[in-house]
């Protein structure tokens, strides 16, 4: 196969929109590129575009995510684009330090790596005419820190970035300027626009939370308004789950939880509901196994701690116990953050369930945008 090195990639696969295969088409395969985009505008499956397209440069190309979860379902979007002899493999940014730099790479006491360590040890090989060095592309590329984008200049064939700075929910993150900084001065910038994903009312309730950046584009389709419904216990919010479940069998409805209590309880409750397809729990403690490994494609419940909701999407979403952030300040961004990531996971369908006596004081005045049950 001859590779492709002085000109884009052709567009191989019909199904994206003009606007993202404008997008596409307009980025170089040579040098760094940051992407951005609002929740729906389709960046992951760009980055699986991207990927596959770099890939015909004859260069091992890895698409990069931070949680594994994510990595799964980027591993199944790549498995229907891949080109024959020019493969590209979706990996955590975990498993590829680790493959670069051994078992033994320098971490920090909080169990990260130590990027600056890391750099000195890339800048020892840097411009080693090296075939095997990789094309990076990385999703949601917010959620890393500016160290991890100075080690990937100097490790990486090219860097391409899709992220979205009104998504930020871990610790170490970065915002568009100093992923751009990191990459160095001739980083390439580019956008995509759009949101192919939720409702109308669905992007409307978003918009209520979205602690920063341009307006997205509201989406044409319409749906049901968002619901806030109020649960007695943990047993009558999976009665409620299960319901949704039947009644859609073809759907997959994402339960989020913000604890790990009641995600146990949770499954053990629709363990017993007699649901048509088997409920997944997914946990980042599991290393392999039913609780790490999840069909995210097939229809049915998925419950997901909100640390690991970045990048996936489904038909129904319920937004399991808001309750767990009565206490924290209405106004704080980084809670903000958290309520737009999980309500625009959902195509179609949002729940915003609670317990307690008193409704959450983040989820009050939301009238005209949620409906009360």
């Known amino acids: 196969m001859k590779p492709v090195t002085t000109a884009n990639a052709p567009v191989l696969h019909p199904d994206l929109t003009p606007a993202q295969r404008d997008c596409l088409d307009a980025l170089p395969l040579t040098g760094h590129h940051v992407v951005s985009g609002p929740p729906g505008s389709g960046k992951s499956l760009l980055a699986a575009h991207r990927a596959v397209h770099l890939s015909l440069t004859g260069r091992p190309t890895l698409l990069l995510s931070r949680s594994n979860l994510l990595r799964q379902l980027l591993h199944e979007t790549l498995q229907g684009l891949t080109v024959p002899d020019a493969p590209a493999v979706a990996a955590t940014v975990h498993s590829w330090v680790l493959r670069r730099f051994g078992r033994d790479a320098p971490s920090t006491e909080d169990g990260w790596f130590d990027w600056t360590a890391l750099v000195h040890l890339a800048a020892a090989t840097f411009g080693d005419d090296d075939p095997a060095t990789p094309h990076l592309v990385v999703d949601e590329g917010q959620d890393l820190p500016p160290g991890f984008y100075r080690l990937a200049r100097l490790a990486a064939a090219s860097v391409t970035v899709f992220a979205d700075e009104c998504q930020r929910l871990t610790e170490t993150n970065s915002t568009l300027t100093e992923i751009t900084e990191a990459l160095g001065r001739a980083t390439g910038r580019a956008e995509v626009t759009g949101n192919h994903r939720n409702t109308r009312e669905i992007a409307s309730l978003a918009e209520h939370f979205r602690t920063g950046g341009p307006r997205p584009e509201m989406p044409f389709r319409s749906g049901s308004l968002p619901a806030l419904r109020h649960y007695p216990s943990n047993k009558k919010l999976a009665d409620d789950i299960a319901a949704m479940a039947a009644g859609q069998s073809r759907h997959r409805v994402g339960v989020i939880v913000n604890s790990l209590r009641t995600a146990s309880d949770l499954m053990r409750h629709l363990e017993r509901a007699g649901l048509a397809h088997e409920p997944q729990l997914y946990s980042s403690a599991a290393s392999s196994g039913r609780y790490r490994d999840l069909d995210l494609v097939r229809p049915g419940v998925v419950v997901v701690h909100r640390a690991s909701a970045k990048g996936l999407d489904f038909d129904t979403v319920v937004v399991a116990d808001t309750e767990t952030d ?48």
């Open 326 to 373: 009565a206490a924290k300040d209405p106004a704080a961004a980084d809670l903000r953050m958290a309520y737009y990531v999980m309500i625009t996971r959902a195509r179609g369908r949002l729940v915003l369930g609670w317990q307690g006596s008193l409704l959450p004081r983040h989820l009050e005045g939301l009238q005209g945008w949620a409906q009360m049950r």
